[in-house]
């Protein structure tokens, strides 16, 4: 089993910044292949960010294209979004999903708790 741990967000003012991570852990090998990000506003349907692969290759939402930027830690096991130029429909829970594998699981997909980020003067 593969534990997702995000840190981060809180509150900003339109066209501030702030930055969410999450943490992959396991008690076996793992190797993660795509990292992504979503958002889940009350009354939206979740909605995808951004995305990140393990050989480095980006995508963006259209809405957040230019603004935000997702990396990967030097282990390739945190992902980061930085989120610039906020705005206040930028308001939403943030959950990092972590796909691969690990010894023992030929695939997983993981996701972590959800971590608030509130876009407000």
């Known amino acids: 089993q593969v534990k997702v741990v995000e840190s981060g967000g809180g509150q900003a003012q339109p066209g501030g910044s702030l930055g969410v991570s999450c943490t992959a852990s396991?008690?076996?090998?793992?190797?993660?292949?795509?990292m992504a990000w979503y958002r889940h506003a009350p009354g939206n349907q979740r909605e995808w960010v951004a995305t990140?692969?393990?050989?480095?290759?980006?995508n963006y939402a259209d809405s957040v294209k230019g603004r935000f930027t997702i990396s990967t830690g030097y282990a390739k096991e945190s992902v980061y979004l930085q989120m610039n130029s906020l705005k206040p429909e930028d308001t939403a829970a943030y959950y990092c999903?972590?796909?691969?594998?690990?010894?023992?699981?030929?695939?997983?997909?993981?996701w972590g708790q959800g971590i608030q980020v509130t876009v407000s003067s």
């Open positions: 396991s008690s076996t090998i793992f190797r993660l292949q795509t």
């Open positions: 999903n972590l796909q691969g594998s690990t010894a023992i699981m030929p695939t997983f997909n993981a």
């Open positions: 990140i692969t393990s050989g480095g290759l980006t």
